[in-house]
């Protein structure tokens, strides 16, 4: 295989991935956009037991354009998933926690998106799982926004 044929095949797995993941309809209650936030914002929360995450962190960390994390995160604020609130130590940054009482709701969601997860192991096998894992890893460490 030639390199251009390997730079198209990649490139067609990387839109087909994509799209089977915002297709899948794991998200039924949540936008894509808006379960990816979630998920962020609730590994925080799993972390410290508060989940305060920077605006600025989501961003870097989603690769999504300010104005997009902005739109999510009003959407999720008036659903009920967040609360968004000045930084206490910097009144310029923006952070939101989520809302305790709304998070049964988001792990319903998030327990879809694990079983996706495990029916494509299923078919892939661990070790290919791990190689995914490696590849984005590699791509992530040398700052590859893609």
């Not at 390997?6 to 379960?35: C, F, H, Q």
């Not at 037991?49 to 902005?70: F, H, P, Q, W, Y």
Request: aromatic share 6%.
């Amino acid at each position: 295989m030639g390199d251009r044929e390997l730079w198209e095949r990649m490139l067609r797995a990387w839109i087909g991935v994509n799209g089977m993941l915002k297709d899948s309809r794991i998200t039924r209650e949540l936008t894509y956009n808006e379960a990816v936030i979630m998920k962020l914002v609730y590994d925080q929360y799993q972390a410290d037991g508060i989940g305060c995450t920077a605006v600025s962190e989501i961003v870097r960390e989603t690769n999504m354009l300010k104005s997009l994390v902005n739109r999510t995160v009003n959407a999720l604020c008036g659903k009920g998933y967040l609360i968004r609130e000045r930084s206490g130590k910097d009144a310029r940054s923006v952070v939101v926690r989520p809302v305790e009482a709304r998070l049964p709701d988001f792990l319903t969601v998030h327990r879809r998106s694990l079983s996706l997860v495990r029916q494509i192991i299923g078919i892939v096998g661990p070790e290919d799982a791990a190689c995914f894992i490696r590849m984005y890893e590699k791509l992530s460490a040398a700052g590859i926004r893609l």
